[in-house]
């Protein structure tokens, strides 16, 4: 039971790259005629660049350790494992590794595709196809699906008239990120009046295959009634975005980048967008956006616009200045105030503005009627009386700044050498790897009579079965 714990705690496509990856690790030993011990995840690296497969780097080490744990043995790697991981994938994003392209497929492209490459037979393998591809892009990119949710589902999974009537609704649980099942359906709303409204089309794709389907069929598929695999459905969905666009790099997440893209371009929000990509992080979620998505919003418009109040015209792309009513002034009447400053000891009265009059202490300044500009400062001079303690300071000569350094030693410091770096020696295999025991029922001594009826258990070996 612990086991099957452990197999369940990943998602299939993890399971199936970690198994792979494994898989590559075992044949390693095999072939080379390696014994394992704590170099081998390093010297396994060490060969995953050598022949050209640096993008199974960053899964060495947590797929061996799920399957050491699966297995029972330990699992030891070189104390400078972290560093030769780091230079490695270093390397590999250096030299080997691709920019992956994957164009966004966007509503222009699948309203073009569905109104001008519409095959003129009603009935033939063509309209098949035609009615299967439509369904297809308009579901994928409605849904923001990825191409394991298309094709996983089955005749079961929709629902129509729900939650309203005239709705449909997609049940997608159980995907990537939903490993226990709990997401809820997802409804898709009618478009009046339209030919692209994907209600009307995965309606019609649906009255003409329901003659040979059943609750557990696939819902997309051909007439064999076979689940498609994630190639199949994107080379249907790659044929018919070709014919629009031929230059488009078109792959299986295409119409997920493009279903966020088409949002961020009509301006919806990140919180809009991360529940219809069923996203629960904003950094998940901006990998799927497109910049071209903020030139459709007239960025440069907005950026290149004189001020704030400036108008964005989006129909002809130019900016005009919004119209603003004239504020009235408000005019406040204030009294004149003229100011005369005086430094006479002598010379102490209260200082008056307008009518009101008020007294601040301890302020040698008076407001006259007739301003008085004084073209030197005054004269200040410091009395022994008013200030004793600035006369009795004493000198910088007073000081005895030899009392404030510190002496030196008489016997000079020597550094110590530092100690040399102590290299692990390599450690011997039977620490290592999986623990294998038997029985040994062997009578004991006599010297031990306590441990007679106790069965010894006698290590045998360390190397996992490789």
């Known amino acids: ?81 972290p560093r030769i991981l780091c230079g490695a994938k270093k390397l590999y994003s250096t030299c080997d ?34 009615r299967l591809t439509a369904a297809l892009l308009v579901i994928g990119f409605r849904l923001l699906a990825r191409p394991s949710e298309l094709v996983d589902l089955t005749w079961s999974c929709i629902k129509t008239d729900h939650p309203q009537p005239g709705w449909i609704s997609f049940d997608l649980s159980g995907h990537k990120t939903d490993q226990l099942f709990m997401d809820k359906p997802n409804p898709i ?8 409204c994907p209600v009307k089309i995965i309606h019609d794709y649906m009255e003409n295959v329901k003659h040979y389907k059943s609750k557990e069929s696939p819902l997309f598929s051909h007439s064999n009634n076979l689940f498609l695999t994630r190639d199949k459905a994107q080379v249907l969905i790659d044929n018919a975005i070709h ?72 129909t002809s792309n130019s900016v005009q200045p919004m119209a603003t009513e004239a504020t009235p002034s408000i005019n406040i009447p204030t009294p004149p105030v003229s100011l005369s400053v005086s430094t006479s000891d002598s010379s102490r009265s209260r200082p008056t503005i307008g009518s009101e009059s008020f007294h601040k202490p301890n302020r040698r300044a008076r407001i006259s009627d007739t301003p008085e500009i004084h073209s030197t400062p005054p004269k200040t001079t410091i009395s022994s009386k008013s200030h004793p303690e600035i006369l009795d300071l004493p000198t910088p000569v007073d000081f005895d700044y030899s009392s404030l350094m510190r002496k030196k030693s008489e016997k000079p410091i020597v550094k110590q050498p530092s100690q040399p770096i102590q290299i692990p020696k390599r450690v011997d295999n039977k620490n290592i790897g999986p623990r294998i025991y038997r029985v040994d029922s062997s009578d004991s001594s006599d010297e031990e009579p306590i441990k007679q009826s106790r069965t010894r258990l006698t290590k045998l070996g360390t190397k996992p079965n490789c």
Request: glycine share 6%.
């Open 1 to 81: 039971m612990k086991g099957l714990c452990i197999a369940a705690s990943l998602a299939d496509s993890t399971l199936k790259e970690y198994t792979r990856v494994y898989s590559h690790f075992r044949a390693f030993l095999f072939y080379k005629n390696l014994e394992y011990d704590m170099y081998s995840l390093s010297n396994f690296i060490s060969y995953l660049i050598l022949i050209k497969k640096g993008y199974l780097i960053p899964k060495v080490q947590p797929a061996c350790q799920y399957f050491a744990q699966i297995e029972g043995w330990s699992l030891e790697t070189d104390p400078a494992f």
């Open 97 to 130: 590794k691709g920019t992956l392209r994957r164009d966004p497929v966007l509503s222009d492209s699948i309203r073009d595709y569905i109104s001008n490459h519409k095959p003129d037979k009603i009935i033939s393998v063509e309209m098949d196809v035609y």
């Open 189 to 196: 709303e009618p478009i009046k009046d339209s030919e692209f």
């Open 243 to 314: 014919k629009v666009e031929p230059d488009r790099k078109v792959l299986g997440h295409s119409l997920r980048i493009g279903g966020a893209t088409e949002m961020l371009k009509k301006g919806e929000s990140m919180d809009n967008i991360m529940v219809a990509g069923r996203w629960k992080s904003q950094s998940s979620a901006l990998l799927y956006m497109r910049r071209e998505g903020l030139g459709y919003q007239n960025l440069s418009t907005l950026m290149f616009a004189k001020s704030n109040n400036d108008q964005i015209d989006t």
